[in-house]
């Protein structure tokens, strides 16, 4: 798989030919995809399949490559392979993710579960019947695959229009949803007070610059070329310093995690992992009102 992942690895790059690559670009690329196979043994995607569904997520992003970092990696394998029509994807989709579907389907009220669970399948995974793309094919694994899902479901629910809502669907992949996943509010009332002190802790532990990085993007929304003057950098480097910034914010929140927990460092990340909010979405959400 070497030569094949180093391939990969320069597809990607051409991809995001503005941005200059990690180093260890070809390890993340081979640990993902070996990461994958642990989880869907029997699911087969090209490396160069995989590299391309990851350049196409995060192409549009200021720093793609901290981003690419981000990515629910496994998920948007098996999302790849759903799209493809590959037979072991589908029925590892239909033996993990369509019970969420119909687990939802029931707490939301539909009226025919299993009328619905089977529109939701030929919605998402597509039928020999139709030339149209398949919903899995907008996954771009910015986000659990399952709060994917129970967004989609809950469209079909309310009997909205499901081909306009890619738009909440990405929503879903970036932010989750509380409101439809019980478990994940439990999750979080239980450790939200924690995780604040935690983010306010080490968002404290950044430099004057990062913090203005962060400020600027995330919650101004400025950007990445006002961002660049307002902290005296090339556009290019004040990309690289705001990845650097989200990267140094992370591993402060996971230390200050640890402390408040008072668990291991893997035990912070599998909590922060499952609160599910993405970087960017916190420091908007926790620093928007202040000054």
Not at 29 to 42: D, F, H, I, S, T
Not at 124 to 146: E, K, N
Not at 170 to 182: K, L, N, Y
Not at 254 to 277: D, P, Y
Request: proline residues 4%; glycine residues 6%; positive net charge.
């Amino acid at each position: 798989m070497r030569d094949e992942v180093t391939t990969a690895a320069a597809e990607l790059i051409a991809l995001l030919a503005a941005h200059a690559p990690p180093d260890d670009l070809e390890a993340l690329l081979r640990e993902a995809l070996l990461e994958a196979g642990r989880c869907w043994p029997r699911v087969r995607v090209t490396p160069t399949r995989f590299a391309r569904a990851c350049g196409e997520a995060v192409k549009d992003d200021d720093a793609p490559y901290a981003t690419l970092r981000t990515l629910a990696m496994s998920d948007l394998v098996l999302a790849c392979a759903c799209a493809d029509g590959d037979p072991a994807a589908l029925s590892s989709f239909e033996q993990h993710f369509v019970p969420i579907a119909e687990r939802t389907l029931r707490r939301a009220g539909s009226g025919d579960v299993a009328a619905d669970v089977q529109h939701f399948r030929l919605h998402v995974l597509g039928s020999r019947a139709s030339a149209a793309a398949p919903r899995i094919a907008s996954y771009t694994g910015r986000g659990r695959l399952a709060s994917w899902v129970r967004v989609v479901v809950r469209r079909l629910v309310t009997r909205s229009p499901m081909d306009s809502g890619s738009a909440d669907e990405r929503a879903a992949e970036r932010i989750g949803s509380t409101a439809f996943d019980p478990e994940l509010a439990v999750l979080r009332q239980a450790h939200g007070a924690a995780f604040r002190a935690a983010f306010d802790a080490a968002f404290a532990d950044l430099t004057t610059r990062e913090r203005s990085l962060l400020r600027y993007r995330y919650v101004d929304g400025l950007p990445m070329e006002r961002t660049a003057e307002l902290v005296g950098l090339h556009r290019v480097s004040a990309s690289r310093a705001l990845a650097q910034a989200r990267r140094t914010l992370r591993d402060n929140l996971e230390t200050r995690m640890m402390e408040a927990l008072r668990s291991s460092r893997s035990a912070a990340r599998s909590v922060l992992q499952a609160l599910r909010e993405p970087l960017e979405v916190s420091v908007r959400s926790l620093l928007g009102g202040s000054a």
